[in-house]
């Protein structure tokens, strides 16, 4: 069930859709340009092919130029590994420079400016599509169905588009997460465990944080009541509304404010069994009400994200932290506890101090019953080649059990 909260102010008009133009065959094209990362559209396109060599390429894209794909779609996919390994490729001057020691907190904002630099030039490889989703390249896959799930059903008028290869290889990949789906041990014993997130909503794939929720004490309903309503704020994928009605809670309101997400929810619920003891609204954190339970997983990183796809992991200024913080004690029935699901990594980033967590905690009117910790298990943890390693391998996620002071 999907409802909206009274007094939403309606949908402003859609903007018209982005359009990329080049010269091709002596005659000036046009197509409309897609890209769920919110890419600007090329303002330079000239074309390639299988003849086009991999220097030649990078030092286009360094320099701006998008290359529209006009040959085999393998050669193309080919041509992007050579540029990613071009990317790759550290001068010397560049490696002194990273050997030397910096703070954590620098060490993340330049591992972000070289990634977000390093994904602005291998989006400049792009491939055409024709309206129905097809690509008109030898040798390209099928991809219809994938697109369709990351861009909404064909529309004939749309006309022909275009988009990066490294976002087409994104949509394919997010089609097989969705299609195998991301078993969850916290939901029980297979098959009726996985999770099939869509395109645009995180993948839980960090267990750690789900088994928290899936062993905390929970509350006891109000005086009175028999049944625990809870309260899922920012649901995604609604991993963690499913596992807490598997842990015997009688009722959960989910909510999220993208409609991705909600549709992904719903798929879920519906998948496991459980939907018709979840409702879904789409709201910016709380639903009208109280509950006894109200549990809250927001982005762990207080930075501003690069994209849209991002938001799942950074929040700048921690918004959606302070905001859960802010509204608790409001929504929580007598008795009643919040769940923050935090990871401490901006904490050794240097990007937030444990004093100010707790100082929020305090602020807001809010006691610490318990706080639960899990260290991760995601591979990042263990690979002492990444820039962050010294974080990653240090970090702790905690479950904060919270009531009103």
């Known amino acids: 069930m999907l ?3 009274a007094g939403v102010s309606p949908e402003p008009l859609a903007s018209p859709a982005p359009t990329i133009a080049w010269t091709e065959a002596g005659e000036q094209c046009t197509a409309r340009w897609r890209s769920e990362r919110g890419a600007p559209a090329p303002k330079r396109v000239v074309l390639a092919d299988d003849s086009t060599s991999a220097d030649s390429a990078y030092r286009l894209a360094c320099e701006g130029s998008a290359l529209l794909w006009r040959g085999d779609f393998h050669n193309a996919r080919q041509l992007l590994q050579a540029l990613a390994r071009r990317a790759d490729q550290v001068p010397a001057r ?3 420079k990273a050997a030397q020691p910096v703070a954590l907190a620098d060490a993340f904002h330049q591992h972000r400016l070289a990634q977000s630099q390093r994904a602005r030039m291998l989006g400049m490889l792009l491939i055409p599509f024709n309206a129905d989703y097809s690509i008109a390249l030898r040798r390209a896959p099928d991809v ?12 004939p008028a749309a006309g022909a588009s275009v988009a990066s290869l490294r976002e087409l290889l994104g949509i394919i990949s997010a089609h097989e997460w969705r299609r195998v789906g991301v078993a969850i041990a916290a939901l029980g014993a297979a098959p009726h465990n996985r999770i099939h997130p869509h395109y645009g909503v995180f993948s839980p794939v960090r267990g750690e944080y789900i088994q928290l929720v899936a062993s905390a004490h929970l509350p006891k309903p109000p005086s009175g009541q028999s049944a625990l309503l809870a309260f899922d704020i920012g649901t995604g994928t609604g991993v963690l509304a499913a596992a ?6 009688s009722q959960v309101v989910a909510t999220d404010q993208d409609a991705r997400a909600l549709a992904c929810a719903r798929d ?3 998948r496991l069994g459980v939907a018709s ?3 879904l609204v789409q709201a910016d954190l709380f639903p009208e009400g109280r509950a006894s339970l109200i549990v809250c997983n927001p982005p ?4 501003r994200p690069g994209s849209p796809l991002e938001r799942a992991v950074y929040d700048e200024g921690g918004r959606m932290l302070q905001g859960f913080l802010q509204g608790l004690t409001a929504h929580l029935a007598p008795k009643g506890e919040g769940w923050l699901i935090l990871s401490d990594l901006a904490e050794r980033l240097g990007l937030r101090e444990r004093a100010q967590l707790l100082a929020a905690f305090e602020r807001n009117g809010l006691r610490v019953v ?10 990042k943890a263990s690979d002492a080649s990444d820039p962050l390693h010294a974080a990653r391998a240090a970090e702790v996620t905690s479950l904060w059990r919270l009531a009103a002071a």
């Open 3 to 5: 409802n909206s909260p």
């Open 94 to 96: 560049k490696r002194k």
């Open 144 to 155: 219809k169905v994938a697109c369709a799930e990351a861009w909404g059903p064909v529309d």
């Open 244 to 249: 807490l009605v598997r842990r015997g809670v």
């Open 268 to 270: 879920n619920l519906e």
């Open 277 to 279: 003891q979840v409702q």
């Open 300 to 303: 762990w990183l207080p930075a």
């Open 370 to 379: 318990s706080r639960i910790d899990a260290r991760p298990q995601h591979a």
